[in-house]
């Protein structure tokens, strides 16, 4: 299986800041990546897919980029609305494959 | 917009069953790839299975986990995935989702609100 790591597990930022988490993936993925953002009590909700393609919907402050096994998803302006947390998953093979979660919070 | 409707969830002993269904809407059922996706309390997402359309062969996956235990089947005529769990163990004790597959998953017409699988005595 496709393991993948995903830094920081959690951070906080001020509203404004720029945000950026990391996802590694452990084996060439090419651009098989999504991002996911999970509110408490909600579904998880796509953002990007294909590593840098905006879900429509998904406010433009969010972007993604990367290929191969390194990944960024980036927060141009933090808002309190984003308060949540993030996972990175591949699709490249089966069985799809998790990080393990970026808890966003305010300062 | 597509709609997902699961139920089934409640609480079972070890070593019990139960059959989770998910009812879609809004998007061509036949056509599409759904999967499982499962959230234990407090933890991160796993994915649980895969069944492909039949025009792709309806061919079924599993993640280790629940391999020989849970059977995934469709409905297309319903446009239903299920989710049929046996020898359900406190480990399976989450809230699961059924959603699309891919780029799809949890996609703005392939998410649904979950249902709780609680596995205790």
């Known amino acids: 299986d496709i393991q993948m790591i995903q830094s920081p597990s959690s951070l906080s930022a001020s509203v404004g800041d720029r945000v950026t988490i990391t996802c590694q993936a452990s084996?060439?993925?090419?651009?098989?990546l999504s991002w996911y953002q999970q509110k408490p009590g909600k579904a998880p909700r796509l953002l990007i897919y294909d590593a840098s393609n905006l879900e429509a919907g998904v406010p433009s402050r969010f972007s993604g980029s990367g290929s191969g096994t390194d990944f960024t998803c980036i927060i141009s302006s933090l808002q309190p609305e984003d308060i949540a947390t993030y996972y990175c998953?591949?699709?490249?093979?089966?069985?799809?494959?998790f990080g393990p979660g970026t808890k966003v919070d305010v300062k | 917009e597509g709609q997902l409707v699961e139920s089934g969830g409640g609480l079972v002993k070890p070593g019990g069953s139960l059959r989770l269904s998910c009812a879609t809407s809004?998007?061509?059922?036949?056509?599409?790839?759904m999967s499982w996706v499962r959230q234990a309390p407090g933890k991160g997402l796993e994915w649980v299975g895969l069944?492909?359309?039949?025009?792709?062969?309806?061919?079924?996956d599993y993640a280790a986990p629940v391999k020989g235990r849970f059977t995934i089947s469709r409905d297309d005529s319903k446009s239903t995935v299920f989710l049929q769990m046996n020898s359900l163990k406190t480990e399976d004790t989450a809230m699961y989702y059924c959603?699309?597959?891919?780029?799809?998953?949890?996609?703005?017409?392939?998410r649904g609100q979950g249902t709780l699988v609680t596995v205790s005595s």
């Open positions: 069944i492909k359309s039949k025009t792709h062969g309806g061919t079924i």
């Open positions: 084996q060439d993925i090419r651009k098989s």
């Open positions: 998953q591949q699709y490249e093979n089966l069985p799809p494959t």
């Open positions: 959603t699309g597959h891919g780029k799809f998953l949890f996609a703005r017409d392939y």
């Open positions: 809004g998007f061509t059922f036949s056509s599409a790839w």
